[in-house]
Structures are given as structure tokens and as C-alpha cells.
């Protein structure tokens, strides 16, 4: 949103009040006025002009328009009796809103004119002024250009509690601290209320299925001891009588290297009697 000025003089300095003014703001379009307004669709460089002409004498002037991205956005909104809506200018340039809008349901507040925002700066509008009070729940605002063309719209949506309010920092929004003409706190949770309770992710739902698990298993142990699993139980009894089984193999083997050995002299005996 571009305000452009014209003064014209005669060949004595004098102001010229018959003159008609033409501006040519180098994006196709032109208007007609001494002091109008304008509003770039895109970000550029364009080259504007002035003519002013005043019966048989006319004069021209040029001029470089830079035409920035819209670098100011709705950066915190509060709801309820002590409504406010806060704007935030992230470029290094001051930025005039004059004729700009905010329009919330079928209510509608403009920017009086030198209305600015001054370079990474916070402008807060509380309901006293704007006359609008934000519901609680669900809401949508708009941010509007002076022409009607939107700049910025802002969803909410949640209850939120005492101290708190829908934050936003140019790309997410979340519930945080009131921080009206401020920096935004860091958020509680992605446009989640206080009031609602955050869902567990994935890894601790995982975690939480594990311990269950886990828990299950202790059980099933327990009741294996007390003879309740029959599944349980023979595993268990298997794991004793293996540990019986590996004594009692010990001791055949024993044996049978005393048998062994007994056969082993009782042969050598005979083979010297013969």
C-alpha cells in the first residue's frame, strides 16, 4: 500500500490549483488525483510517473517504487471480554497500514491514516478500540489491504485459560503467555488449548505397550510357580527334570566307566590265564 503525493507550481512558483494529476504507477495501472493510494500485487521494482498539466503547460516527474513482500502479519490474538489482536512487522522497514482492515465476522475495523508499524516492531489493537471481541472456540480473522485484498488471515481455535493466548510466529501457531505489544512466549502446544490433553506419541505409546507386556509376563510367571498355566507348567517342570536329567547322565557315565574298567581287568586276567 504505496501513498502517493503531487504538488505542482507555475512559472512563478506559485501552486497551481486547476492542475490535473496522473499517476502512472508502472504495473499497467493509472489513476487520476493529487494524493492517492496504491497497492502493488506483487513484490518488484516499478517505475511511476506523474503528469500534471495545466491548459497549454504540462510537467512530468519519475520516481523508483520498491515493493516489498508483506513482511507484517497477525502475530497473537486473544479471546474472550479482554479481546486484543496483535500485528508484527518483521522487516527492517516501517510499514504504514493506513486504510488497511481487520475483519472478523460482519465486523469491520480500519486503520485511521499514519497508522505505522515501525521496523521489527509489535503493534496491539485492544478490543476497546477495534470494537471487536473474539469469541472463544473457533474463529477466523482477516487481515486486509486498504483495496480488500488479503495480507494475512489467522485460525484459532481452542479455550484457552487465564494468562494465555493463540500465538503465532509467521509459519506455526500454538497456545502460549499473553505477550500483547511483545515477543511471543514459546508455544505450549500447536494450537492445542491448555485445556485439552495432548495426545501420548508414538514412543511413549510404545514404551507404555512394552511395560504392559512386561507386566503381563511377570504375571504369567508368577501363576506358573503356582501350578495355574498348564503350558506354563510343564515348561516349567521340563527346565527341572532337564537339570535332574543332566545328574543322573552324570552318574551313568560314571558307572559305566567302572564297568568299563572292571571288564577292561577281568579281560586282561583271562588273557593271561590262557
Given at each position: 500500500?504505496?501513498?502517493?503525493?503531487?504538488?505542482?507550481?507555475?512559472?512563478?512558483?506559485?501552486?497551481?490549483?486547476?492542475?490535473?494529476?496522473?499517476w502512472?504507477?508502472?504495473?499497467?495501472?493509472?489513476k487520476?488525483?493529487?494524493?492517492?493510494?496504491?497497492?502493488?500485487?506483487?513484490?518488484?521494482?516499478?517505475?511511476?510517473?506523474?503528469?500534471?498539466?495545466?491548459?497549454?503547460?504540462?510537467?512530468?516527474?519519475?520516481?523508483?517504487?520498491?515493493?516489498?513482500?508483506?513482511?507484517?502479519?497477525?502475530?497473537?490474538?486473544?479471546?474472550?471480554?479482554d479481546s486484543?489482536?496483535?500485528?508484527?512487522?518483521?522487516?527492517?522497514?516501517?510499514?504504514?497500514i493506513?486504510?488497511?482492515?481487520?475483519?472478523?465476522?460482519?465486523?469491520?475495523?480500519?486503520?485511521?491514516?499514519s497508522?505505522?508499524?515501525?521496523?521489527?516492531?509489535?503493534?496491539?489493537?485492544?478490543?476497546?478500540?477495534?470494537?471487536?471481541?473474539?469469541?472463544?472456540?473457533?474463529?477466523?480473522?482477516?487481515?486486509?489491504?486498504?483495496?480488500?485484498?488479503?495480507?494475512?488471515?489467522?485460525?484459532?481455535?481452542?479455550?484457552?485459560k487465564?494468562g494465555?493466548?493463540?500465538?503465532?510466529?509467521?509459519?506455526?501457531?500454538?497456545?502460549?503467555?499473553?505477550?500483547?505489544?511483545?515477543?511471543?512466549?514459546?508455544?505450549?502446544s500447536?494450537?492445542?488449548?491448555?485445556?485439552?490433553?495432548?495426545q501420548?506419541?508414538?514412543?511413549?505409546?510404545?514404551?507404555?505397550?512394552?511395560?504392559?507386556?512386561?507386566?503381563?509376563?511377570?504375571?504369567?510367571?508368577?501363576?506358573?510357580?503356582d501350578?495355574?498355566?498348564?503350558?506354563?507348567?510343564?515348561?516349567?517342570?521340563?527346565?527341572?527334570?532337564?537339570?535332574?536329567?543332566?545328574?543322573?547322565?552324570?552318574?551313568?557315565?560314571?558307572?559305566?566307566?567302572?564297568?568299563?574298567?572292571?571288564?577292561?581287568?577281568?579281560?586282561?586276567?583271562?588273557?593271561?590265564?590262557?
Amino acid at each position: 500500500n504505496v501513498e502517493f503525493r503531487g504538488q505542482a507550481f507555475g512559472l512563478k512558483d506559485e501552486p497551481l490549483d486547476n492542475a490535473r494529476y496522473l499517476w502512472i504507477f508502472g504495473d499497467g495501472a493509472s489513476k487520476d488525483g493529487k494524493n492517492i493510494t496504491h497497492i502493488y500485487q506483487y513484490p518488484g521494482e516499478y517505475i511511476a510517473a506523474l503528469n500534471v498539466s495545466s491548459g497549454e503547460y504540462s510537467a512530468s516527474d519519475y520516481m523508483l517504487v520498491k515493493a516489498l513482500p508483506n513482511q507484517v502479519f497477525i502475530s497473537e490474538i486473544k479471546t474472550g471480554a479482554d479481546s486484543f489482536i496483535e500485528f508484527e512487522n518483521k522487516s527492517k522497514q516501517e510499514i504504514d497500514i493506513s486504510g488497511c482492515q481487520i475483519k472478523y465476522n460482519n465486523q469491520t475495523f480500519i486503520f485511521p491514516q499514519s497508522t505505522a508499524i515501525r521496523p521489527n516492531a509489535y503493534l496491539a489493537i485492544p478490543s476497546s478500540i477495534s470494537g471487536m471481541v473474539f469469541n472463544s472456540g473457533k474463529g477466523i480473522i482477516e487481515f486486509l489491504y486498504s483495496g480488500g485484498f488479503k495480507a494475512d488471515v489467522f485460525n484459532y481455535d481452542g479455550i484457552l485459560k487465564d494468562g494465555q493466548s493463540f500465538n503465532r510466529d509467521g509459519k506455526s501457531s500454538f497456545v502460549g503467555a499473553l505477550t500483547p505489544g511483545g515477543k511471543n512466549s514459546s508455544g505450549v502446544s500447536n494450537f492445542l488449548s491448555a485445556d485439552k490433553n495432548p495426545q501420548p506419541n508414538a514412543k511413549e505409546q510404545k514404551t507404555e505397550a512394552q511395560k504392559a507386556d512386561s507386566e503381563k509376563l511377570s504375571k504369567e510367571g508368577a501363576r506358573q510357580g503356582d501350578g495355574i498355566n498348564a503350558d506354563a507348567g510343564v515348561g516349567a517342570i521340563n527346565l527341572t527334570s532337564s537339570k535332574g536329567s543332566s545328574k543322573t547322565y552324570f552318574i551313568i557315565v560314571i558307572l559305566a566307566v567302572i564297568i568299563f574298567g572292571a571288564a577292561a581287568i577281568l579281560f586282561i586276567r583271562r588273557q593271561r590265564g590262557v
